[in-house]
Nanobody
Framework: QVQLVESGGGLVQAGGSLRLSCAAS????????MGWFRQAPGKEREFVAA????????NYADSVKGRFTISRDNAVNTVYLQMNSLKPEDTAVYYC????????????????WGQGTQVTVSS
């Protein structure tokens, strides 16, 4: 079992930045491909970014490519999402997830989830 806890969300103006963290416990995340998803009110959960076990490979949704960066530090069992140039349409609850697969983009391919952290971008 892997327990995931997200932090770092908040309210920010358009054009601003936030850095989300996902702290894992229970098992080492070095065994898992990690991902970030988000869900806006009234919408389905959508893929944001994924990273390989080593951190050398990444994958992004087109909507965030060039603005968001996923990274990981296996030594401290933590995954990050650096979000720059934020837009109002980035407003959502952001979730961290762990998968036995690599660079997965579909939520059902992730077995472990955090509780989410709210990101609100004002215009």
């Amino acid at each position: 079992q892997v327990q995931l806890v997200e932090s770092g969300g908040g309210l920010v103006q358009a054009g601003g930045s936030l850095r989300l963290s996902c702290a894992a416990s229970g098992r080492a995340i070095s065994n898992y491909g990690m991902g970030w998803f988000r869900q806006a009110p009234g919408k389905e959960r959508e893929f944001v970014a994924a990273i390989t076990l080593s951190g050398l490979g990444t994958n992004y949704a087109d909507s965030v490519k060039g603005r968001f960066t996923i990274s990981r530090d296996n030594a401290v069992n933590t995954v990050y999402l650096q979000m720059n140039s934020l837009k109002p349409e980035d407003t959502a609850v952001y979730y961290c997830a762990a998968s036995s697969g690599i660079l997965r983009r579909r939520s059902f391919e992730y077995a472990y989830w955090g509780q989410g952290t709210q990101v609100t971008v004002s215009s």
